[in-house]
């Protein structure tokens, strides 16, 4: 069983440019997410999805942008890096919010922007 | 979702029980307690959940007051693999989204 995968695991970018970062699951369930954690920090939520073509904010949204056009795929996409996003992003799915589920995490995407 | 607040570090002797505790003193009635753990900058790992009754798995045990304004995590017998990020979190049955906090850094040591 895949999980939740998540490519590319490192990418270096230079500020200004853009980048997609892919989240594909293989459990078929609703809920997708996307975190960052910074150096020491707990995870932070940038983006979610209860379902199929819906997307929402979570806490820090700003600089993102996300799709959700196949269930099982969520794309994080940076439109214009700047150096505040180098950060580790974890994408994670968990089955319908309305049941007691556990999130299933990726293993990160390390992103650097210079 | 109710806020959680757990101490920024604990140690524990390898083989003895680690107990890590989280106040959520402003949890509500529809909220679960969750406790995930991150192993060294691995994706975050669920391991237990409860609502108000004490709860046991394979990986540990969740101990919840009964104003259930705080809990205990329970690793029985700990080994050096379980030195990792402990994050407790409060989200409501119908939640959707779950919020981490800075968590407690477990070390375990020889």
């Known amino acids: 069983n895949a999980g939740v995968t998540q490519t590319p695991k490192f990418r270096v970018l230079k500020t200004g440019q853009s980048m997609t970062l892919l989240c594909a699951q293989d459990m078929n369930h609703e809920y997708m997410y996307w975190y960052r954690q910074d150096p020491g920090m707990g995870l932070r939520l940038i983006h979610y999805?209860?379902?199929?073509?819906?997307?929402a904010k979570g806490e820090v949204p700003d600089g993102y942008n996300v799709s959700r056009l196949k269930k099982q795929n969520f794309l994080l996409g940076l439109e214009s890096a700047a150096p505040s996003q180098t950060s580790v992003y974890f994408c994670?799915?968990?089955?319908?919010?309305?049941?007691?589920?556990?999130?299933?995490f990726g293993e990160g995407s390390r992103l650097t922007v210079l | 979702d109710a806020k959680t607040t757990q101490p920024t570090s604990m140690d524990c002797a390898e083989g003895r029980a680690a107990n890590l505790p989280c106040n959520h003193s402003?949890?509500?009635?529809?909220?679960?307690v969750y406790w995930y753990r991150q192993i060294h900058s691995q994706g975050p790992q669920y391991i237990i959940h409860?609502?108000?009754n004490n709860e046991t798995n394979e990986m540990a045990s969740l101990i919840i007051t009964e104003d259930r304004k705080s809990s205990t995590l329970i690793l029985p017998h700990a080994t050096l693999r379980d030195t990792a990020v402990y994050y407790c979190i409060v989200r409501r049955t119908s939640g959707s989204r779950l919020t981490f906090g800075e968590g407690t850094q477990l070390t375990v040591n020889p």
């Open positions: 402003t949890i509500s009635g529809n909220e679960y």
């Open positions: 409860g609502l108000k």
């Open positions: 999805s209860v379902g199929e073509g819906t997307t």
């Open positions: 994670a799915s968990s089955p319908s919010g309305t049941l007691i589920r556990e999130l299933f």
